[in-house]
């Protein structure tokens, strides 16, 4: 496991001589870059690919005297929000949009580095993900959006044909951290952008569980 830096953006490499496809998956709220690290180890790709795992830039309280990460902050109120299947409309906050242009600054170098470039999440990452793809000066080869959901609906811009890119899409129908509706909502927005999406619901909670694993592996080996 070796951590890099990219300006002040911390994130863990797995990386191997030859491979010219870049896989990067942002963590959830309350966790850190090594919480997906796994995936690395369990995903049997037909290429050579590089890992990138980014460490979200805010310290959140997780518990007593124990804390993690995340990529924006929460209230209380955001929380009831999301567990009532409510999406927040609200546009981009300043403080959000300069995490936005940092992590699009970072993901700009995958894209100089790598051939082909998979960005990804879970939870808060994924809803990371689906606002930093359009951001982007190249095109991504596709999205992994694992347990995500429907934020800030009005922020996505008019997608140009050449960022039509396809996703895989996975939601537990028990969820109830981001219940499963506000997750089709964001299924059906991508679609409605023109992006061509995989949806895979799955029997249980907020997770990634092997048959996801096993279908989004497809998916990538697709690409």
């Known amino acids: 496991m070796q951590w890099e830096k990219f300006e002040d953006l911390n994130f863990i490499a797995k990386t191997q001589d030859g491979a010219n496809t870049a896989v990067i998956l942002f963590h959830g709220y309350g966790a850190d870059a090594t919480d997906l690290y796994s995936l690395a180890q369990v995903y049997k790709l037909q290429e050579k690919a590089d890992w990138f795992f980014p460490q979200g830039v805010l310290e959140v309280p997780i518990g007593p005297m124990m804390s993690g990460r995340a990529w ?15 999406i927040y409309d609200g546009g ?9 242009q940092k992590v699009s600054r970072f993901l700009n170098q995958m894209g100089k580095n790598y051939e082909n470039v998979i960005i990804g999440g879970f939870s808060q990452g994924a809803i990371l993900t689906s606002h930093s793809f359009y951001r982007l000066n ?10 995500g ?17 396809p996703f895989f899409q996975s939601h537990g129908n028990r969820d ?5 509706g506000g997750a089709k909502k964001l299924h059906d927005k991508l679609k409605n952008l023109g992006l061509k999406g995989r949806w895979f ?10 048959d996801v694993i096993a279908e989004s592996q497809i998916f990538v080996n697709s690409l």
């Open 149 to 165: 959901y429907l934020v800030n609906p009005s922020a996505f811009p008019t997608i140009p044909e050449a960022l039509q890119i």
């Open 92 to 100: 981009i906050a300043p403080k959000d949009e300069k995490l936005a």
């Open 72 to 86: 924006f902050s929460l209230t209380q109120r955001d929380f009831e929000n999301l567990t009532n299947q409510e």
């Open 176 to 180: 109830q951290v981001l219940p499963v």
């Open 138 to 147: 190249f095109s991504p080869k596709g999205l992994l959006l694992f347990s």
């Open 201 to 210: 619901e799955f029997g249980g909670a907020h997770e990634i569980p092997m």
